[in-house]
């Protein structure tokens, strides 16, 4: 069938849209908002005998499960490797037999995340694909998919698949802790009341787009922008950096806060925005710091944070946005739909073509 963009003047601005439906749906198929409990899909091998995990993805895909490396060690206590697929399937890295090897891709095409899963196969790795194209080779060739129920995502900049990832992402966590014994009924919880919530928090946000477009002005003339951020706002940072490159064809970079003073702060000055992703959980106060050396500078930094966030900020911030206050565990989450909209609007104001954007291809099935 045909898919329009309805009311909405691109796909990508469409499908940031829909996040709050697709992702809503996409916790459906394993969170139970009553029990407050989640069930994975049944899966050929033991999860509680997994010993390490690896995942390996491309793009957007692959910050995707740079946030999930944060949550399986942190709720599962299972040590995680990420590896970009092609630096992966040449390195040829030693695999003792038994690990599990997840594989993320929208498409379920992609030509170097398929060699990685060949390769892993052929060392004996226990294979899951995360696909959103249930009849994809990714998918058929591994052992078992989770999948996301993002719809067909027409953008090339990848905005509700990546979300929907994060989600599974999020459950598998869950999933493998509770096999593992390593998380309690009580985290659980919470855990899935965080991400039942999760849908309606970012719908609360969407409805703010205006403020965003007020903020993606002050940067559409910048030549390059920093982002920060710190454990799962890290690769969210890292995210809106990509996202920015790929459609407004500005330079960006996202780096781990922490690293600011081994280099990027070299960069600082009045003309570099630093797009700051700072919810309150227990590394505010550290990236706030940052910030004020970024400030002290003269760097005209756009934090979001939350309410309590944006208020403890000493020297208030050149633009800041109060975002709704979320559980830190799905904050990355929430925290991927405003440097979405920034990208977006930032190339709405360059006037660069959002959804076919320059020399970059949907699906990359050749290397
Ligand atoms: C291309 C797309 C990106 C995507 C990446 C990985 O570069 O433009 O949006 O993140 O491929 O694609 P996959 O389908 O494997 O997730």
């Given at each position: 069938?045909?898919?329009?963009?309805?009311?909405h003047?691109?796909f990508?601005?469409?499908?940031?849209?829909?996040?709050?439906?697709?992702i809503?749906?996409?916790?459906?198929?394993?969170?139970?908002?009553?029990?407050?409990t989640?069930?994975?899909?049944?899966?050929?091998?033991?999860?509680?005998?997994?010993?390490?995990?690896?995942?390996?993805?491309?793009?957007?895909?692959?910050?995707?499960?740079?946030?999930?490396?944060?949550?399986?060690?942190?709720v599962?206590?299972?040590?995680?490797?990420?590896?970009?697929?092609?630096?992966?399937?040449?390195?040829?890295?030693?695999?003792?037999?038994?690990?599990?090897?997840?594989?993320?891709?929208?498409?379920?095409?992609?030509?170097?995340?398929?060699?990685?899963?060949r390769?892993?196969?052929?060392?004996?790795?226990?294979?899951?694909?995360?696909?959103?194209?249930?009849?994809?080779?990714?998918?058929?060739?591994?052992?078992?998919?989770?999948?996301?129920?993002?719809?067909?995502?027409?953008?090339?900049?990848?905005?509700?698949?990546?979300t929907?990832?994060?989600?599974?992402?999020?459950?598998?966590?869950?999933?493998?802790?509770?096999a593992?014994?390593?998380?309690?009924?009580?985290?659980e919880?919470?855990?899935?009341?965080?991400?039942?919530?999760?849908?309606?928090?970012?719908?609360?946000?969407?409805?703010?787009?205006d403020?965003?477009?007020?903020?993606?002005?002050?940067?559409?003339e910048?030549?390059?922008v920093?982002?920060?951020?710190?454990?799962?706002?890290?690769?969210?940072?890292?995210?809106?950096?990509?996202?920015?490159?790929?459609?407004?064809?500005?330079?960006a970079e996202?780096?781990?806060?922490?690293?600011?003073?081994?280099?990027?702060?070299?960069?600082?000055?009045?003309?570099?925005?630093?797009?700051?992703?700072?919810?309150?959980?227990?590394?505010?106060?550290?990236?706030?710091?940052?910030?004020?050396?970024?400030?002290a500078?003269?760097?005209?930094?756009?934090?979001?944070?939350?309410?309590?966030?944006?208020?403890?900020?000493a020297?208030?911030?050149?633009?800041?946005?109060?975002?709704?206050t979320?559980?830190?565990?799905?904050?990355?989450?929430?925290?991927?739909?405003?440097?979405?909209?920034?990208?977006?609007?930032?190339?709405?104001?360059k006037?660069?073509?959002?959804?076919?954007?320059?020399?970059?291809?949907?699906?990359?099935?050749?290397?």
């Amino acid at each position: 069938a045909m898919i329009g963009k309805g009311q909405h003047r691109h796909f990508m601005l469409k499908e940031i849209f829909e996040q709050p439906e697709v992702i809503g749906g996409t916790l459906n198929t394993m969170l139970n908002p009553a029990e407050r409990t989640i069930t994975l899909p049944t899966l050929p091998f033991d999860l509680a005998s997994v010993g390490r995990v690896r995942i390996i993805a491309c793009g957007t895909s692959y910050y995707a499960g740079s946030v999930a490396k944060y949550w399986i060690e942190k709720v599962a206590r299972l040590p995680v490797e990420v590896d970009i697929a092609s630096e992966f399937r040449y390195r040829e890295p030693p695999m003792e037999p038994g690990g599990l090897a997840i594989f993320i891709s929208q498409s379920g095409e992609t030509a170097d995340t398929l060699a990685a899963l060949r390769y892993c196969r052929a060392n004996h790795q226990h294979t899951l694909a995360l696909v959103n194209v249930p009849e994809s080779t990714i998918s058929r060739e591994s052992e078992a998919t989770l999948l996301t129920l993002a719809g067909p995502e027409i953008g090339v900049a990848s905005t509700k698949a990546f979300t929907t990832q994060l989600v599974v992402l999020a459950c598998l966590a869950v999933g493998l802790g509770r096999a593992r014994g390593a998380i309690t009924r009580e985290t659980e919880a919470t855990i899935c009341q965080a991400l039942a919530e999760t849908p309606a928090r970012i719908a609360e946000f969407l409805r703010r787009d205006d403020e965003i477009h007020q903020i993606a002005q002050g940067i559409a003339e910048a030549r390059d922008v920093l982002y920060l951020g710190r454990g799962t706002g890290y690769p969210i940072a890292l995210e809106g950096a990509l996202k920015l490159k790929e459609i407004s064809y500005i330079h960006a970079e996202g780096y781990a806060a922490g690293e600011l003073k081994h280099g990027p702060i070299a960069l600082i000055d009045d003309s570099v925005p630093v797009i700051v992703i700072c919810p309150t959980d227990e590394l505010y106060e550290k990236t706030a710091s940052n910030v004020q050396e970024v400030m002290a500078r003269g760097g005209r930094v756009v934090f979001f944070s939350d309410q309590e966030g944006v208020g403890r900020l000493a020297t208030p911030a050149h633009a800041a946005m109060a975002l709704p206050t979320v559980h830190p565990f799905v904050a990355p989450i929430l925290y991927a739909i405003p440097v979405q909209l920034l990208a977006y609007h930032v190339a709405i104001a360059k006037g660069t073509d959002v959804d076919q954007p320059r020399n970059l291809a949907k699906s990359v099935t050749v290397e």
